[in-house]
DNA sequence: GCGTAAACGTAAACGCTGTAAACTGAAGTG
DNA sequence: CACTTCAGTTTACAGCGTTTACGTTTACGC
């Protein structure tokens, strides 16, 4: 209400200093493998837990916090080295911006089980709203919006779709930057659910260790998942070139550590 | 070592009587929506919480035991539901297995937290060889194992796979009833890891809710996905009789909790 | 049949957790 | 300057996993 243009005061500036050192305390904490804790990032911080409170409202929300900006920060990432891509390649940026979601998860369990396992059935919708906040959802459904604008990603009408599955892609909860894409269109965002699902499998999968460690490090059934989705997504002339993109990124991840 | 043939002495009938009703009152807590916590367990149980520790040796391991047994108790109520298509139906069966494990999933999500959910990076090989002997994957792989045998799924040659994979093909670590299938079509493997990723991956999708509430319960995104198997499983001539199966069971949760 | 040892259980305690209440001191505002 | 807001502390409570030391019951070998 209040900060309308009007530069931030200096008080409000300490605060945002103090969310900022909770995120990053929190993060190190989880980097480190130890539980986190209200009591643990308080006392890193220097000071007693019940002060912590003047911040979050609860552990539940200090997790929420941190989830959101592990998030947004990872996201940031893979852009980074997406953007490596002419803008112009939206289906090459893709692909890379999925292996290096992937790298992200396997190298920081903690930080993809805090963000992307954590159960959101709890406590009603306050979650839910931050859910679909998401800052990578954000992004990935704009990269398939790119795709489909360069390449045209075949996608149901909206008659061919579930009525709920309709009604939910005219009127979408889940992150998805939805706005700008025609009703006509909103089909896509099936497209993007049902990628998105099976991306979001093969991490947790892979992530969470229900799997073969040896085929984990190969990354076969994360590559043959991506590689299946090629088609659908109407990339199917780029598909010896996205392969091979696809593969040399992999390869940097079994490489020993290299310089 | 010594049980063998020999019956149970009196004092094995009770210490197996207890671990039975620490799984009892565990589940019942689960579902209750109390944490799982060895206090209240043992608080339950009419005891005081060290003498759990003449069970279980630490907290973890009581979880890891009330998984197991949540995994087997729900593959036997999967097994029965599959069991009433006929013997020779193995991939109706698959089809309804596949329903009841995503119906079970939504129903009792902690439980599915708990038994799929559940980190096993943790604490060395442990978990993993417990992870080994889940009742479900041994299920599933038997399913498809069936499916093969009488329509002949199309599997990769061992050639054809990555060195890695097929390494890990010839010699599982993931559950997998694996040593009555010759090596040469150990390739099923693969099929099964893969098609066990894309259901995972939907399902803990689903049940962890990081998807619109209304595509959750119209179940167009787990239908979609298993529908898409269903060709790569050499499945294509039963489509619409397995479609038409699906839908049926898939109906059944959408009933209001019909009669 | 009795002694012994293992198995089962309790009580007390330690250090950790999230959270609530009351209180103190400083920063900013009229 | 008076006054409010904000940030922080202290104290306290209930609950957690776990350890240690101590009893009691049960089964088994001599």
């Not at 929190?26 to 009591?39: C, F, K, Q």
């Not at 990872?74 to 939206?90: G, N, Q």
């Not at 990354?219 to 659908?232: H, N, S, V």
């Amino acid at each position: 209400m209040s900060a309308l243009n009007t530069p931030p005061t200096r008080r409000e500036r300490q605060r945002a200093a103090t969310y900022d050192e909770i995120v990053a305390v929190s993060t190190a904490l989880l980097d480190e493998g130890a539980e986190l804790s209200l009591r643990a990032v308080a006392a890193r911080m220097g000071m007693t837990a019940p002060a912590l409170y003047r911040y979050v409202a609860s552990y539940q929300e200090l997790v929420d916090l941190v989830a959101f900006e592990l998030d947004k920060a990872a996201t940031a990432e893979w852009r980074a080295e997406a953007d490596r891509l002419p803008e112009d390649d939206p289906a090459g940026r893709l692909t890379v911006a999925a292996v290096c979601f992937r790298r992200w998860a396997l190298a920081k369990p903690r930080r993809f089980g805090l963000v992307f396992a954590n159960p959101v059935t709890s406590s009603g919708s306050e979650r839910r709203e931050l859910l679909t906040l998401s800052t990578s959802g954000h992004y990935f459904t704009d990269l398939l919006w790119q795709i489909h604008e360069k390449y045209g990603i075949p996608y149901p009408a909206l008659d061919d779709l579930d009525p709920v599955v309709r009604e939910s892609v005219l009127d979408p909860l889940i992150p998805a930057k939805a706005e700008h894409i025609p009703a006509a269109d909103r089909g896509l965002l099936w497209i993007y659910m049902r990628s998105w699902s099976a991306l979001y499998g093969v991490v947790t999968l892979e992530s969470t260790g229900h799997c073969d460690p040896r085929v984990l490090q190969s990354g076969a059934l994360f590559r043959a998942t991506l590689i299946d989705w090629l088609d659908p997504l109407g990339l199917a002339e780029e598909k010896p070139r996205l392969i091979a993109l696809l593969d040399a990124e992999l390869a940097k991840d079994r490489a020993p550590a290299g310089r």
